[in-house]
């Protein structure tokens, strides 16, 4: 069962614009990734959010993190034709003592128009 | 070269053969991971790995084994392939700050 879900599914954009993508999740977790994949590649990770913080940044992105409201949302700005990629939220389990694993959304596929 | 690799990259199998997907990892991380990737399914965790000769089934084990008998390696076998089995499958490996490190991928076909 998917535990985080991206919204939108798909997002188009021209280069120089920002781009907003939401990620909400079901149960309480430890931790929330952010990670890029382009086409025919694997994961990269992006960066990491606790669930103590509520804000966080790393050059051009920054990721909000609302546990309140079990959501999420990664901000890129000033976008570039290389940031086309699909996007991925990742949420850890806060029970059991599984925050090992991480539960995937669907993805937000960005493409980026020069 | 210092990562994680995967092979093959690419493979076309015919059902109920048997095919082993190799990863290995060079940083000694404990823990490894295997994915399947679907459309309409996004990632999905199949198997997992806290040490070597530790292993736990994730969300989607039927069909799959896997062995870590060294830190640095972590095999997934279809035992018998299915054509439902086709899909990009991912291994990674986790630092110590969760954060998770992942190979290229392999792209398996089941005809």
């Known amino acids: 069962s998917q535990q985080g879900e991206e919204d939108p599914q798909a997002l188009s954009i021209q280069e120089g614009e920002n781009a907003t993508m939401n990620c909400s999740y079901k149960?309480?977790?430890?931790?929330l990734q952010w990670y890029r994949q382009n086409s025919g590649r694997g994961l990269v990770h992006l960066i990491l959010?606790?669930?103590?913080?509520r804000e966080k940044h790393s050059g051009r992105l920054r990721v909000t993190l609302d546990t309140s409201k079990k959501s999420s949302s990664l901000l890129i700005t000033a976008s570039r034709a290389a940031d086309t990629a699909s996007y991925f939220c990742a949420t850890d389990g806060n029970s059991g003592g599984s925050n090992y694993k991480l539960t995937f959304g669907k993805g937000t596929l960005l493409t980026v128009n020069p | 070269d210092a990562g994680i690799t995967q092979s093959p990259r690419y493979k076309i199998t015919e059902t109920g053969r048997q095919v082993t997907l190799m990863c290995h990892q060079t940083w000694s991380h404990s823990y490894m991971f295997w994915y399947r990737q679907d459309l309409g399914h996004g990632l999905r965790l199949i198997y997992y790995?806290?040490?070597?000769?530790?292993?736990d089934k994730g969300e989607v084990p039927d069909g799959y084994v896997v062995s870590r008998s060294k830190t640095e390696n972590f095999p997934l076998t279809l035992e018998s392939a299915t054509r439902s089995q086709t899909s990009v499958y991912f291994c990674?490996?986790?630092?110590?700050?969760?954060?998770?490190?992942f190979g290229p991928g392999t792209r398996l076909t089941v005809t």
């Open positions: 790995s806290a040490a070597a000769d530790i292993t």
């Open positions: 990674a490996s986790r630092t110590s700050y969760y954060e998770q490190y």
């Open positions: 149960t309480s977790i430890n931790n």
């Open positions: 959010i606790r669930s103590n913080e």
